[in-house]
C-alpha cells in the first residue's frame, strides 16, 4: 500500500489542495507517485498494490496510475493521519485476506537503486513472514541532526535466513528535540537510524496493536472493514472515518511497540541514495545546477550575479530573471509565485495557512 494523502505544504505553491505534491510532475515530467508505484516493478504485482489517499483525489490518481483499479484505491473522506490510513488498508486487506503480510510506501520519497531497495523490501517480507509478530521498519543513516524524522535505536542483530542485516529496536523515538537528536547522530549510524516511513507487517498483527494501543480506533476501522463488502461502505465509511482519533502511526504504534513485549519492532538498514521530497530545499537537491550553484527548473531564466538560488516555474513561456540574489527560493505557477530565503523554507507551511484565510481555494 502506498501512503499518498500528503498536502505537501511546504511545496506551495505548486503542491496545492487540488494538486498536492505527490502529483505534480516535476521530477523529469513525472510525479512521485508514479515514481513511487514505478519502484515496486519485480516486488509486488500490479494487481497486489494499494493506494490510500484522498477520495477527492481518485480522479487525478486514476489518471497518473491507468493501471489501478477502483478497488484498490482506499479513499479517504478527510486526513486522519498515517495510523488510521495504514489502518484502513490493513483492515480492508485482513478482510479478504487474514494472513496478508503488508507493506506500506511513500510517495514522497526518491530512492537509488531501485534493484537494491527492491532487494532491502524482501528481507522485510521475509522477517514480517517468519516472524509474525514483528513490526518491521526501515532505517536511514541519519546525514543531519533532524528533528523531523524518526529515530531507531538498534539492539541486538537478528539472524534471517538469507544472511541480511536487520536488528531489534530497542527504542522508537519519533521526532526527538535538537538536543537528542543531535546525540542521535554523533552517535553514528550503528546505534541510531532514521526512520524512513516504510513498514512491513502482518496485517493481523498491526490491527491487534491498534487494538491495545488506540482502541477507540480499532472499533471504527473494524466497522468499516465490515461494511466495505456491502452496499453500505460509502456511508459507513463517511460515518466513521472523520471520528477516528487522528494521530501518527509513528506515535501511536511504533513508540509502545518497541517497548511491549508481545511484539517486537525489527530494522532493516537501507543503505541507499534517500531524499523526502518534502520541502523546497530537498527539491533543489534533484534538479540541475550551474556554475554558481543555482538550482534550475524553469524552462526560460536569466540570473545575473545569483547564487544558491532555486528557481522553479511550472509555466513554459514564463521567464524568471535574477540580478544580485543569494541563497533564495523562487517559486511561479500561474496563480502565485514564492520568493524566500532558502533558511526561511520551514516557514512556507505557516504561510500557506495564511494565504487560505486571506485569499481562499483559489490560492491555496
Known amino acids: 500500500m502506498i501512503m499518498a494523502g500528503g498536502s505537501g505544504t511546504r511545496l506551495w505553491p505548486m503542491s496545492r489542495a487540488r494538486s498536492p505534491k505527490q502529483l505534480i510532475p516535476f521530477i523529469g515530467g513525472r510525479c512521485l507517485l508514479q515514481i513511487a508505484s514505478d519502484r515496486l516493478e519485480g516486488l509486488i504485482p500490479p494487481d497486489r498494490r494499494y493506494i490510500c489517499a484522498g477520495l477527492k483525489h481518485r480522479d487525478a490518481i486514476m489518471r497518473a496510475l491507468p493501471d489501478l483499479t477502483p478497488d484498490q484505491y482506499l479513499g479517504e473522506p478527510v486526513g486522519r493521519d498515517t495510523v488510521n490510513a495504514v489502518g484502513f488498508a490493513a483492515a480492508v486487506i485482513a478482510a479478504r485476506d487474514p494472513d496478508a503480510t503488508i507493506a506500506v510506501f511513500t510517495a514522497d520519497h526518491l530512492i537509488e537503486p531501485v534493484d537494491a531497495f527492491v532487494k532491502i523490501v524482501e528481507t522485510g517480507y521475509q522477517l514480517a513472514e517468519e516472524h509474525p509478530h514483528t513490526l518491521v521498519t526501515f532505517g536511514i543513516a541519519p546525514t543531519h541532526a533532524a528533528t523531523g524524522f524518526g529515530y531507531l535505536q538498534l539492539g541486538e542483530p537478528i539472524q534471517t535466513k538469507a ?202
Open 163 to 364: 544472511g541480511d542485516r536487520a536488528f531489534i529496536v530497542d527504542q522508537f523515538k519519533e521526532k526527538p528535540q535538537a538536543a537528542v537528536a543531535e546525540r542521535y547522530y554523533r552517535a553514528g549510524p550503528a546505534k541510531y537510524l532514521w526512520n524512513s516511513g516504510m513498514f512491513v507487517w502482518r496485517a493481523s498483527t498491526l490491527l491487534d496493536c491498534i487494538r491495545r494501543f488506540v482502541p477507540e480506533n480499532h472499533e471504527g476501522l473494524r466497522r468499516i472493514a465490515a461494511a466495505w463488502a456491502g452496499d453500505d461502505r460509502d456511508r459507513i465509511l463517511h460515518e466513521v472515518y472523520p471520528t477516528l482519533k487522528k494521530i501518527s502511526v509513528d506515535f501511536a504504534i511504533m513508540e509502545p511497540a518497541s517497548r511491549d513485549r508481545e511484539v517486537r519492532v525489527a530494522a532493516v538498514p537501507m543503505p541507499l541514495t534517500w531524499l523526502d521530497v518534502g520541502s523546497w530545499p530537498a527539491f533543489a537537491r534533484t534538479c540541475g545546477t550551474d556554475e554558481h550553484g543555482n538550482a534550475l527548473a524553469a524552462e526560460k531564466h536569466l540570473l545575473m550575479n545569483t547564487r544558491g538560488t532555486l528557481v522553479a516555474s511550472n509555466d513554459p513561456d514564463h521567464l524568471i530573471a535574477t540580478i544580485g540574489c543569494e541563497d533564495l527560493i523562487i517559486i511561479h505557477t500561474p496563480h502565485a509565485t514564492l520568493v524566500c530565503k532558502a533558511e526561511h523554507a520551514e516557514e512556507i507551511k505557516k504561510l500557506h495557512g495564511e494565504v487560505g484565510e486571506r485569499f481562499g481555494e483559489r490560492y491555496h
